[in-house]
């Protein structure tokens, strides 16, 4: 009988205990031919593997949020922009999303299309699974597609173990970006046609592979002072589908700002989420997961990394969101994910009023200041320091003032509470990534929703010129989280900034925004507190952004594999 192996693009061969160590790994080719649900369970778990890391390379290098200080973790590197290809977080997602390939490309070559609709659906997940994975990981390692994509270079394309493992183990190099997405794009529709069953949210489904083709599309549709036309049809196209299957609705506003805590298979507005339980979080495991780093739930997590001060902006920008518990009041509905730490006497219970403003320590450094607020009347003054301040009203019933500091400038904030500081930030936690079915750090990281498609459908058909069109959709995510907050027009002028804007909003914490910044020819800007570079913006041709093939993927690779140019 012949063995399946893996092809691990992390090792030159494949040792048993590797295999021992995967689930599913090895399998009699007659058991994968008539029971391949081992086998595509085995791909499902992979993805579990590579959605951690995934997640920390995306959204760390965004701008939605910031670090209390350095880490000697390799994801600092995603945050600091210090690029190197010896990176263990970055092999991770590299060896987990090419073992999530070898095991669908497996299940592809030995199960026969045509033998019924149970297995053609299983072959569509593994279509599905294997096209998403070439997507990720070019948009990792590979530069925006508006950027030449005919010359840059994505990924291998290795789909499956070749016949003779051990004495025909001679890999392609790289593939093109153009070559990559084609790649994904021809897995993606091939999912599409054999997809027929839903079994559900957390499955591939003829849903979810339409849903990444719309995404695929997008990131193909240009730049908006130079969009593709061809591509962003294609995007609309796929968002049609989505949308007008009535498979997936948006959840009302007041259980959105719930969506965190519900499980995948239960939340109508998921499209396909990587479905995590409890028990693979044993005792303190539950620090290592995604939500570890945002915040600490009933002492699980670390709670290092918080909203950045331009998110906090960003949902402040309509009205304030008023955090407190005795006076809580939501604007927008994105602001249920943030919850400051606010600070209480233990003996009294009550809280410091402060005033809360970043202000300009040098030239390149912003740091918060929480100055003590002392009431006369009428007159409010804060403290920070030896030096006392008058506040004056900028808008009084939304509990923002300024001050005239003693450096000449004036600087806006907020009457608000003292939050508890980690280091010298204080704790905006993030909870968009905790509380599955209140279960402390538990999160089943969402691939596709509903959310999405509208956003995707919105800067298409902007990119198209369709500005009708694309205000609906904005608006429909818009007024679902801000009441009465629809933007009146949409044209040429505001469109890129507005849609960024809210795709920002609504996606934060989804590791899609550092792409999003790239992919549409934009320079990422992070002037806020923190230890990152605050005055630094990276453009979009930088050459850290991208990141570098792992080094150990190089040392083993049986073949060539080129690495990323190093400026």
């Known amino acids: 009988m012949k063995k399946i192996l893996f092809v691990l693009l992390a090792a030159a061969t494949v040792t048993s205990c590797d295999i021992d ?9 007659e058991n994968i031919v008539n029971n391949p649900d081992a086998m595509i369970n085995g791909t499902y778990a992979q993805l579990k593997a590579w959605s951690d890391p995934m997640h920390r390379a995306g959204e760390y290098a965004g701008d939605n949020m910031m670090i209390r200080g350095s880490s000697t973790d390799a994801f600092y590197e995603f945050i600091s922009y210090a690029r190197t290809p010896n990176n263990g977080r970055l092999s991770s997602f590299w060896d987990s999303g090419y073992k999530a390939i070898a095991q669908a490309s497996n299940v592809i070559k030995m199960v026969k299309e045509g033998q019924g609709t149970d297995k053609d659906n299983q072959l569509g997940e593994c279509y599905y699974i294997r096209g998403m994975m070439y997507f990720y990981l070019c948009r990792a390692y590979g530069r925006p597609y508006y950027q030449n994509p005919e010359t840059n270079l994505g990924v291998p394309i290795v789909n499956g173990t070749p016949d003779d493992v051990f004495n025909d183990l001679n890999l392609p190099d790289r593939s093109t970006v153009k070559q990559t997405y ?14 027929t069953i839903n079994k559900g949210h957390i499955y591939a489904s003829k849903g979810a592979a339409q849903a990444m083709l719309s995404r695929v599309y997008l990131y193909m549709s240009g730049t908006y002072k130079s969009p593709n036309a061809e591509y962003a049809k294609l995007a609309v196209e796929y ?18 700002m719930k969506y965190n805590t519900f499980t995948p298979e239960n939340n109508a507005e998921t499209i396909f989420a990587i479905k995590r339980v409890a028990s693979e979080f044993s005792g303190d495991d539950h620090y290592y997961g995604i939500g570890g780093m945002y915040s600490n739930i009933g002492g699980m997590g670390w709670g290092e990394m918080y909203a950045s001060a331009k998110y906090i902006d960003l949902l402040n920008e309509t009205g304030r969101n008023d955090w407190r518990p005795d006076s809580y009041s939501i604007v927008d509905a994105r602001a249920a994910f943030i919850e400051p730490t606010y600070s209480q006497d233990e003996k009294t219970g009550n809280y410091t009023e402060v005033f809360r403003f970043i202000k300009q320590d040098g030239p390149d450094i912003l740091n918060y200041v929480q100055a003590t607020v002392t009431r006369n009347g009428n007159t409010i003054t804060c403290k ?11 808008d009084a019933s939304q509990g923002t003032y300024k001050i005239q500091y003693k450096d ?5 904030g907020v009457l608000d509470y003292y939050i508890t500081l980690n280091r010298v930030y204080p704790q905006f936690y993030i909870t968009k990534c905790s ?16 959310g999405e498609i509208y956003l995707n459908r919105a800067e298409a058909n902007a990119k198209l010129g369709n500005y009708s069109a694309a205000l609906t959709d904005l608006n429909t995510i818009r007024t679902r989280s801000i009441v009465n907050g629809g933007y009146a027009a949409l044209n040429a002028s505001n469109a890129s900034k507005l849609i960024d804007k809210e795709r920002e909003l609504e996606l934060a914490y989804q590791a899609e925004r550092s792409y ?44 060539t594999l080129t690495q990323n140019p190093t400026q």
Do not use: M, W
Request: cysteine-free.
């Open 516 to 559: 999003d910044v790239f992919r549409n020819g934009e320079p990422l800007t992070r002037q806020y507190p923190g230890p990152h570079s605050q005055f630094e913006n990276i453009a979009p041709t930088d050459f850290r952004v991208v990141y570098f093939i792992p080094q150990s993927a190089i040392n083993s690779y049986p073949g």
């Open 408 to 412: 000449g400038k004036t600087y806006n």
């Open 384 to 394: 920070d320091g030896t030096d006392t301040y008058t506040l004056t009203p900028i």
């Open 435 to 450: 509380r599955e079915g209140e279960n402390s750090q538990l999160h089943s990281p969402v691939i596709s929703r509903l």
């Open 239 to 256: 968002a049609d589908k989505v949308i007008n299957s009535g498979q997936y609705s948006l959840l009302a506003r007041d259980q959105f």
């Open 21 to 29: 160590r995967l689930p599913y790994g090895s399998l009699d080719s």
């Open 182 to 195: 084609e790649q994904a794009i021809s897995d993606l529709k091939k999912a599409e046609s054999l997809l």
